[in-house]
């Protein structure tokens, strides 16, 4: 079945370390997306990508890195120097230009991410 | 950047009733987009509007674009337990000319139906 993976579905991260999120997916999208949600705040973009080897900052990039080295993958590090890491994390994939082309955003499962 | 406001944050009902939740822009929506999530899950597609005045239905969820599309409102008919959820409503921004397919999302409504 087409569709995104994310793993783990929960992880915990220790002061000062960094954690990657991974992100997968085989639906032939060039476009990927990590998403933060924060209850009651809804969901701020962190990172996209809308081809391998490229990619830009969100509203909220601080404290985050990505790489896009396959258009398969777009895993996410959430470093040390991010200071507020507890949230669930969710990667999504789609066309370029959803508007022009009808399409639609496919998201994973996510990633709850916790601070030990 | 867009802001996406949506009404009421949470909203508790009996099975059976029906209920809206809005969407409000400060700016024009190029493309509007309606997702549902369980708690702890991901996002599911339900509609998207992008002509001013349009309305779609899917099953007992009908989505309409007001004509100067800058609010979008999703009413659930008979409602069940089933439609329990966040709901998210989300805009394509649209930066100098050329859509890159980020969409920014309003804070939610949490959806709450009582058998």
């Known amino acids: 079945d087409g569709g995104i993976t994310q793993s783990p579905k929960y992880l915990f991260r220790k002061e000062g370390q960094n954690v990657t999120l991974s992100c997968e997916q085989n639906?032939?999208?060039?476009?990927m997306y990590w998403y933060r949600q924060d209850p009651g705040q809804g969901l701020r973009l962190i990172y996209y990508?809308?081809?391998?080897?490229?990619?830009q900052k969100g509203d909220i990039a601080e404290g985050y890195s990505v790489s896009r080295e396959k258009k398969e993958s777009f895993p996410l590090t959430v470093t040390s120097a991010q200071k507020n890491p507890t949230a669930f994390y969710l990667c999504?994939?789609?066309?370029?230009?959803?508007?022009?082309?009808?399409?639609?955003?496919?998201f994973g499962s996510g990633t709850q991410l916790s601070v030990l | 950047s867009q802001e996406l406001e949506q009404s009421p944050q949470s909203l508790i009902v009996q099975e059976g009733k029906n209920l809206t939740i809005n969407c409000t822009s400060s700016?024009?929506?190029?493309?509007l987009y309606w997702y549902k999530q369980k708690y702890g899950e991901g996002l599911i597609f339900l509609m998207m509007?992008?002509?001013?005045?349009e309305e779609k239905s899917h099953e007992k969820i009908t989505a309409k674009l007001d004509e100067k599309k800058q609010q979008s409102s999703l009413h659930i008919t008979a409602s069940q337990p089933s439609h329990a959820g966040i709901y998210l409503c989300?805009?394509?921004?649209?930066?100098?000319?050329?859509?890159?397919?980020?969409?920014?999302f309003g804070q939610g409504t949490i959806l709450t139906v009582h058998p």
């Open positions: 999504a994939s789609g066309r370029p230009s959803l508007v022009a082309t009808n399409e639609k955003l496919f």
């Open positions: 639906l032939n999208h060039d476009a």
């Open positions: 990508s809308q081809i391998v080897n490229d990619f």
């Open positions: 700016k024009t929506l190029y493309g």
């Open positions: 509007l992008q002509k001013g005045g």
């Open positions: 989300g805009a394509v921004s649209n930066a100098g000319g050329t859509s890159y397919g980020k969409l920014t």
